[in-house]
């Protein structure tokens, strides 16, 4: 299937002998003037002249403006905690992929150029010069951590390496060496809407497809509105979710959901994307760019509320940083969360009992859930801490009967990346990608073998997108990750569905 | 008094200013660096007194490290204790007998928890230190200053015992009536001399070492803990909007947030 191993599993987590140098060859292409250009990054797909006084400037000015970056640089006593928490260091036994020495990459260039000990001592405190050696091993291990923030949980001074990777991956940009992947994607938000550069035409005709496959299912008719002005809500989805499978399933959930609490909705072919690669890259300005196009949607069609789908990374930029970017939101419905995930609203639904819902409709399925990182470590999908792990859950046990959890060490906050997140979902990290999938492969053959689970639930499209590409690669089909809104939208019975469905199911097998 | 003590009185200021300016000078660093954005490491507390209990579970019993590998866990916590432990036994040094202290610090049960801490802190350290080594992974991320680090306070705290132990080795005792004197005198601008034991000296300069290099090492990930945003900030971005100044600088320079 492809020039390298993929990673054994075991049915206990296994701790690799560090292999020098592993994953080395591993690095991103690199963006061309063409795609740095857009954004506003200098360089042709290599360092530009003068890089290394531009990156000790882009340095200096990082670790005055971000305090995690100026404290993490200082805390670190090298303890080795984080050392075995990454799943990039587990899947290729690289020790760069250590939490630790990743952020040592910068650290040392840190010492050499910032501190006592390490302008008159670097031998001493393991301070380096800035070269183009040291550089380009930046690129190369910035661009093999997902950002998912396992090792933080761990540390015990807090120390989080995707603060760490953000800033260098921002300040590598800056100096000629920007990710082709991301840097090709940003601009096509801002110019289309969305990631995919999907335009309104298209998207109106996936979403009347949608209109109809609906209706086809369930005799029901059931709106998917784009652009409506006056509807209350807003909603942000990633754009995997118009096409992709099983991203499209939990789209029709939502549809579904919305249509049975009576709720009016509309999305937004300018926010057609809930997505924001600005935070892979590290740069406040992108993040808060591709933020605005959301507030200004909601202005334009004057909603009440905004309700985000099925995306890890967009929900922690939406969580955390939607009201510092784009807000204040004193436009909207202070009633409700601002932003609210989807799966708030339909717990919310459930709670109050309004979904007619059939549980014997997922009865082919047993499931277990894939807690996302960004959902997990920098969220919550309800009002107390931890919700981001209760929530789903309970809705998955509200519209399924079959439910197991794999094993504690590999869910909630100590859960595994997917292996594809933080701007890595590109074809030119396949390697890293299977490799990095290991542990969260790993948990879920063994809850298989343990519990019969068949499915496994995300709420995130990277993950989706991501498992599908993976699960093979391990013995599995891609068709085992699925939507929990996929989930949600099979036990929904509509009001009408009843009778009109079964009929339709017997004219299909007349025909 | 002596040229010695002369001296000893010299590196002694040398250090307390070294030490007291670096790592004031650091706070003040990490106090004015913003935190632009919310990236509070969930589940977090929603309010400031769960964050005071977070930072109680981190610094009291090293919640994280507990839950990331037990054997760095127990010989660090055991080591972190022992030094908690050995302070509490050296404030005797410190505090006048007159001072409404000086009965707490004056227990027996300060002293002699004190006095034993050092062995230890001995063995802490020799777990750490023996894990630096024989962990393949922890061997790659160390640099010379983090052995030397560990044998720096190996050796303070091996020279403190063998003064707390001196009658058992069969060694003279320092003469801590006459060391205290120097010590408050120090304090009080009323210079005393020093004892002369040499293994006084050697611990006495390794502790100012000790002092001086605080501001400029990893020691420094004791004020730092308290400044990761990713513990300190409260879980509340829905509720309340959290802006830099330099954020606030973007927004009003194209008042696309209005």
Same mark, same amino acid.
């Given at each position: 299937?492809?020039?390298?191993?993929?990673?054994?599993?075991?049915?206990?987590?296994?701790?690799?002998?560090?292999?020098?140098?592993?994953?080395?060859?591993?690095?991103?292409?690199?963006?061309?003037?063409?795609?740095?250009?857009?954004?506003?990054?200098?360089?042709?797909?290599?360092?530009?002249?003068?890089?290394?006084?531009?990156?000790?400037?882009?340095?200096?000015?990082?670790?005055?403006?971000?305090?995690?970056?100026?404290?993490?640089?200082?805390?670190?006593?090298?303890?080795?905690?984080?050392?075995?928490?990454?799943?990039?260091?587990?899947?290729?036994?690289?020790?760069?992929?250590?939490?630790?020495?990743?952020?040592?990459?910068?650290?040392?260039?840190?010492?050499?150029?910032?501190?006592?000990?390490?302008?008159?001592?670097?031998?001493?405190?393991?301070?380096?010069?800035?070269?183009?050696?040291?550089?380009?091993?930046?690129?190369?291990?910035?661009?093999?951590?997902?950002?998912?923030?396992?090792?933080?949980?761990?540390?015990?001074?807090?120390?989080?390496?995707?603060?760490?990777?953000?800033?260098?991956?921002?300040?590598?940009?800056?100096?000629?060496?920007?990710?082709?992947?991301?840097?090709?994607?940003?601009?096509?938000?801002?110019?289309?809407?969305? &990631?995919?550069?999907?335009?309104?035409?298209?998207?109106?005709?996936?979403?009347?497809?949608?209109?109809?496959?609906?209706?086809?299912?369930?005799?029901?008719?059931?709106?998917?509105?784009?652009?409506?002005?006056?509807?209350?809500?807003?909603?942000?989805?990633?754009?995997?979710?118009?096409?992709?499978?099983?991203?499209?399933?939990?789209?029709?959930?939502?549809?579904?959901?919305?249509?049975?609490?009576?709720?009016?909705?509309?999305?937004?072919?300018?926010?057609?994307?809930?997505?924001?690669?600005?935070?892979?890259?590290?740069?406040?300005?992108?993040?808060?760019?591709?933020?605005?196009?959301?507030?200004?949607?909601?202005?334009?069609?004057?909603?009440?509320?905004?309700?985000?789908?099925?995306?890890?990374?967009?929900?922690?930029?939406?969580?955390?940083?939607?009201?510092?970017?784009?807000?204040?939101?004193?436009?909207?419905?202070?009633?409700?969360?601002?932003?609210?995930?989807?799966?708030?609203?339909?717990?919310?639904?459930?709670?109050?009992? =309004?979904?007619?819902?059939?549980?014997?409709?997922?009865?082919?399925?047993?499931?277990?859930?894939?807690?996302?990182?960004?959902?997990?470590?920098?969220?919550?999908?309800?009002?107390?801490?931890?919700?981001?792990?209760?929530?789903?859950?309970?809705?998955?046990?509200?519209?399924?009967?079959?439910?197991?959890?794999?094993?504690?060490?590999?869910?909630?906050?100590?859960?595994?990346?997917?292996?594809?997140?933080?701007?890595?979902?590109?074809?030119?990290?396949?390697?890293?990608?299977?490799?990095?999938?290991?542990?969260?492969?790993?948990?879920?053959?063994?809850?298989?073998?343990?519990?019969?689970?068949?499915?496994?639930?995300?709420?995130?499209?990277?993950?989706?997108?991501?498992?599908?590409?993976?699960?093979?690669?391990?013995?599995?089909?891609?068709?085992?990750?699925?939507?929990?809104?996929?989930?949600?939208?099979?036990?929904?019975?509509?009001?009408?569905?009843?009778?009109?469905?079964?009929?339709?199911?017997?004219?299909?097998?007349?025909? | 008094?002596?040229?010695?003590?002369?001296?000893?009185?010299?590196?002694?200021?040398?250090?307390?200013?070294?030490?007291?300016?670096?790592?004031?000078?650091? =706070?003040?660093?990490?106090?004015?660096?913003?935190?632009?954005?919310?990236?509070?490491?969930?589940?977090?507390? =929603?309010?400031?007194?769960?964050?005071?209990?977070?930072?109680?579970?981190?610094?009291?019993?090293?919640?994280?490290?507990?839950?990331?590998?037990?054997?760095?866990?127990?010989?660090?916590?055991?080591?972190?204790?022992?030094?908690?432990?050995?302070?509490?036994?050296?404030?005797?040094?410190? =505090?006048?007998? &007159?001072?409404?202290?000086?009965?707490?610090?004056?227990?027996?049960?300060?002293?002699?928890?004190?006095?034993?801490?050092?062995?230890?802190?001995?063995?802490?350290?020799?777990?750490?230190?023996?894990?630096?080594?024989?962990?393949?992974?922890?061997?790659?991320?160390?640099?010379?200053?983090?052995?030397?680090?560990?044998?720096?306070?190996?050796?303070?705290?091996?020279?403190?015992?063998?003064?707390?132990?001196?009658?058992?080795?069969?060694?003279?005792?320092?003469?801590?009536?006459?060391?205290?004197?120097?010590?408050?005198?120090?304090?009080?601008?009323?210079?005393?001399?020093?004892?002369?034991?040499?293994?006084?000296?050697?611990?006495?300069?390794?502790?100012?070492?000790?002092?001086?290099?605080?501001?400029?090492?990893?020691?420094?990930?004791?004020?730092?803990?308290?400044?990761?945003?990713?513990?300190?900030?409260?879980?509340?971005?829905?509720?309340?909007?959290?802006?830099?100044?330099?954020?606030?600088?973007?927004?009003?320079?194209?008042?696309?947030?209005?």
């Amino acid at each position: 299937m492809a020039d390298f191993e993929t990673p054994q599993t075991h049915e206990f987590p296994v701790i690799p002998t560090v292999m020098e140098g592993a994953m080395a060859h591993s690095s991103p292409f690199v963006a061309s003037a063409e795609f740095q250009s857009e954004m506003g990054f200098p360089g042709d797909g290599g360092l530009i002249e003068g890089w290394k006084d531009r990156f000790l400037d882009l340095l200096d000015d990082k670790l005055g403006k971000y305090r995690s970056l100026q404290v993490f640089m200082d805390t670190c006593v090298k303890c080795g905690a984080c050392t075995d928490k990454c799943h990039y260091f587990l899947g290729t036994s690289d020790p760069k992929n250590m939490p630790v020495a990743r952020q040592d990459l910068l650290r040392k260039v840190y010492r050499r150029y910032h501190t006592f000990a390490g302008k008159y001592f670097p031998k001493l405190v393991g301070a380096i010069d800035l070269t183009e050696d040291v550089v380009n091993d930046m690129y190369s291990y910035y661009h093999q951590c997902s950002e998912c923030r396992r090792c933080a949980v761990f540390c015990p001074f807090g120390i989080d390496t995707a603060e760490v990777t953000m800033a260098a991956r921002d300040i590598l940009a800056q100096v000629g060496l920007g990710q082709k992947y991301s840097n090709q994607i940003i601009p096509k938000v801002h110019k289309i809407g969305n &990631n995919l550069g999907l335009p309104e035409k298209a998207l109106a005709d996936t979403l009347e497809g949608l209109e109809e496959d609906v209706e086809d299912d369930t005799g029901v008719k059931v709106r998917f509105p784009l652009d409506e002005k006056g509807a209350d809500i807003l909603l942000v989805t990633p754009s995997a979710d118009f096409f992709a499978e099983p991203h499209v399933d939990g789209l029709m959930g939502y549809g579904k959901v919305f249509h049975a609490a009576g709720v009016s909705w509309t999305l937004s072919s300018k926010a057609s994307e809930a997505a924001n690669f600005g935070l892979f890259i590290g740069s406040y300005e992108q993040m808060r760019q591709v933020s605005l196009r959301i507030r200004d949607a909601a202005k334009e069609l004057g909603v009440k509320r905004i309700v985000f789908g099925e995306c890890g990374h967009a929900w922690r930029v939406a969580y955390n940083h939607l009201n510092t970017l784009a807000g204040p939101w004193d436009f909207l419905d202070q009633s409700y969360p601002i932003p609210q995930h989807i799966l708030e609203f339909t717990k919310d639904c459930l709670d109050r009992g =309004i979904l007619n819902i059939d549980k014997s409709q997922n009865d082919d399925m047993t499931l277990t859930f894939h807690d996302s990182c960004n959902i997990a470590r920098a969220s919550r999908i309800g009002a107390e801490p931890g919700s981001q792990f209760t929530t789903p859950r309970e809705v998955i046990k509200a519209v399924c009967n079959n439910f197991y959890d794999m094993s504690a060490d590999t869910i909630h906050d100590a859960t595994f990346c997917c292996g594809g997140g933080g701007g890595l979902l590109t074809d030119d990290l396949m390697e890293l990608r299977v490799k990095g999938a290991l542990p969260r492969m790993e948990s879920l053959k063994n809850v298989i073998a343990d519990k019969g689970v068949t499915h496994m639930a995300a709420i995130c499209a990277i993950c989706k997108s991501q498992f599908t590409k993976v699960l093979p690669y391990y013995g599995m089909t891609m068709d085992q990750i699925v939507s929990v809104h996929q989930l949600v939208g099979n036990a929904i019975i509509l009001d009408g569905q009843g009778d009109d469905a079964d009929e339709s199911d017997d004219a299909d097998e007349a025909a | 008094m002596t040229a010695l003590s002369i001296i000893y009185v010299i590196l002694f200021y040398l250090a307390m200013i070294t030490l007291v300016v670096g790592v004031a000078n650091k =706070i003040v660093q990490y106090v004015r660096v913003p935190a632009p954005l919310k990236i509070a490491v969930t589940p977090a507390p =929603i309010t400031r007194g769960g964050v005071v209990y977070r930072f109680f579970t981190e610094v009291v019993f090293f919640n994280s490290l507990f839950r990331a590998t037990k054997w760095t866990w127990i010989f660090g916590w055991i080591f972190h204790l022992s030094l908690l432990l050995a302070f509490f036994r050296h404030l005797r040094y410190v =505090i006048s007998p &007159n001072s409404f202290l000086w009965p707490l610090v004056n227990l027996e049960v300060v002293q002699s928890f004190g006095k034993y801490a050092g062995f230890a802190m001995l063995f802490g350290l020799t777990g750490l230190f023996v894990r630096r080594i024989f962990v393949d992974r922890v061997r790659y991320i160390s640099s010379p200053s983090d052995y030397l680090m560990l044998l720096l306070i190996f050796a303070i705290a091996g020279t403190g015992l063998l003064m707390s132990f001196s009658k058992e080795v069969g060694i003279s005792g320092v003469d801590i009536i006459q060391l205290k004197a120097f010590v408050m005198g120090l304090f009080l601008l009323d210079w005393q001399s020093l004892p002369g034991d040499i293994i006084l000296l050697v611990h006495l300069t390794m502790v100012l070492f000790l002092m001086m290099i605080f501001p400029v090492s990893k020691l420094l990930h004791a004020p730092g803990l308290f400044f990761a945003p990713t513990r300190y900030q409260v879980d509340n971005p829905r509720e309340k909007r959290h802006l830099s100044d330099w954020g606030a600088a973007i927004e009003a320079k194209d008042g696309r947030n209005a």
